[in-house]
């Protein structure tokens, strides 16, 4: 019986939390997200080593990528990097409701791997199978033929679900093309007054000037 215990404890440890009593807690293999969805960090676990992999942005364009091991030890989980070339950014893993708080160890060293404002020092919730990037991807992609093929209800009804699911997991960017995506879906529809509010909730639709307009591409493009 002790030695079936065991072996379930062993299967499990890859894929969950492993909490035992004075033990530190390991996050679990899946994906994250900030919300809005500015960062998201991998977990993964090769039966020997626990690896993540954290890629943000922030509004001013400034990007970040920072991936290595999980090490567990003296009751803290910490996230180094082993990247050459490149000093090692180490962040403190704090368990935090359903998600994990990341902590800058070294602000100098990780400023090397990220732009000065970056998002990673971040809480991160699990990130839905549905509302990973290329899950969104595949939703819009549908979006879009039903919009072509003229069955604007469908189309509307597979945006709502996207927004009902992700809205808290998607970037302004991401977002304001899905505004426009509706508001050009209820145009059609004949919902001239609803196309209008959607596009009035855009980030976009707070400039004032095409000065604006420049420096926010401008910005886009150095971050790319």
Not at 30 to 53: K, N
Not at 88 to 113: I, K, N, S, Y
């Amino acid at each position: 019986m002790f030695r079936q215990w065991m072996m379930a404890l062993l299967v499990s440890a890859g894929t969950a939390p492993l909490a035992l009593a004075g033990a530190v807690v390991a996050p679990a293999n899946g994906h994250y997200a900030t919300q809005p969805g500015s960062a998201e960090l991998v977990i993964s676990f090769d039966g020997a080593q626990r690896r993540f992999a954290l890629d943000g942005s922030s509004r001013n364009g400034s990007s970040c990528s920072l991936s290595g091991v999980i090490q567990l030890g003296a009751g803290r989980v910490i996230a180094r990097t082993v990247q050459p070339d490149a000093p090692v950014c180490q962040l403190q893993l704090r368990p935090e409701g359903d998600g994990w708080r990341t902590q800058v160890l070294d602000v100098a060293a990780c400023r090397q791997h990220c732009g000065m404002h970056s998002e990673i020092a971040a809480l991160f919730l699990p990130l839905p199978d549905a509302c990973r990037w290329n899950m969104r991807e595949q939703t819009r992609a549908r979006f879009r033929q039903h919009y072509e093929r003229r069955n604007y209800e469908q189309a509307l009804q597979i945006l709502d679900g996207l927004e009902a699911e992700c809205g808290g997991f998607i970037d302004w960017l991401e977002a304001d093309a899905i505004a426009n995506d509706r508001a050009i879906t209820q145009f059609r529809l004949g919902q001239p007054a609803q196309c209008l509010r959607t596009l009035g909730k855009t980030r976009v639709a707070g400039f004032s000037s095409l000065e604006q307009l420049e420096q926010l591409r401008s910005r886009l493009q150095l971050s790319r």
